[in-house]
């Protein structure tokens, strides 16, 4: 009988714990979060606490990703952005570690989740929300209707923009956790195949399996970053009201 390629994703909960009705079990998720959680820590605090004239290795690599960073940020936001410096910093460290342990044999991908990439991008966009009321007020509804739309096109577009607005959260939780998984189902599958192929044919799927991990790694970041990104897009919108502000000036 052949192992369910999803199998790996199925969680089960190592200490069952329910306060209220709700589930907050102790599972392979769990703990993978915590590792996550206390790498990153570490990581930071070393780097931070060991400062040199001369950079040590862990200080270069703590100095790079904070320049990347900030980079991503200045670009997008501007310097009004840098207020979520440690927002965005937290968010990408935090899933592109999450993407990188789940590499490693054995391990969980939190992100192969729907339930946490959701949470990460309602609440990113949720907080567009809440910033772009707080900062504009009802000018904010603005970002339904286009700059320079025709008054007889408005009626139209604001469904459209509506849709297009509820589209983002989804898009950008869906992305994520699509791209985690279906990379972890193709090196299930070829793993499988290189164990079922025996020494004549087995070294052909493993090969690819090697292939396969070196893209892993390769996507691992690259989805980080774009989740990062499009969350400083989303905040940034709420500065920038899709130019109704650079129109007004």
């Not at 052909?204 to 399996?209: D, G």
Request: include cysteine.
């Amino acid at each position: 009988m052949e192992e369910n390629p999803l199998h790996p994703f199925e969680l089960h909960n190592f200490i069952p714990i329910e306060v209220g009705g709700v589930d907050i079990s102790i599972n392979k998720a769990v703990l993978t979060m915590w590792i996550v959680v206390a790498l990153v820590a570490v990581l930071m605090v070393m780097a931070g606490s060991a400062r040199r004239l001369v950079p040590s290795k862990l200080q270069s690599l703590a100095e790079m990703l904070v320049e990347f960073i900030r980079g991503i940020i200045l670009d997008t936001m501007g310097e009004r952005g840098m207020k979520f410096f440690p927002l965005v910093a937290t968010l990408f460290l935090f899933i592109l570690f999450c993407n990188l342990i789940g590499l490693v044999p054995g391990s969980y991908t939190v992100t192969s989740q729907i339930i946490v990439t959701a949470l990460f991008a309602f609440a990113v966009y949720g907080l567009s929300l809440v910033m772009g009321v707080a900062l504009h007020g009802a000018k904010f509804l603005g970002i339904l209707v286009p700059p320079g739309t025709p008054a007889w096109l408005v009626p139209l577009m604001i469904p459209i923009e509506l849709i297009s607005q509820l589209a983002r959260p989804i898009s950008l939780a869906v992305r994520l956790f699509a791209n985690m998984t279906a990379g972890h189902v193709i090196l299930g599958v070829l793993f499988g195949l290189t164990v079922s192929g025996g020494v004549l044919i087995g070294w052909l799927p493993f090969a690819f399996t090697i292939a396969m991990n070196g893209l892993e790694l390769g996507i691992a970041f690259i989805q980080a970053y774009i989740f990062t990104v499009l969350t400083c897009v989303y905040l940034g919108d709420a500065f920038h009201l899709h130019g109704h502000d650079e129109q007004a000036h």
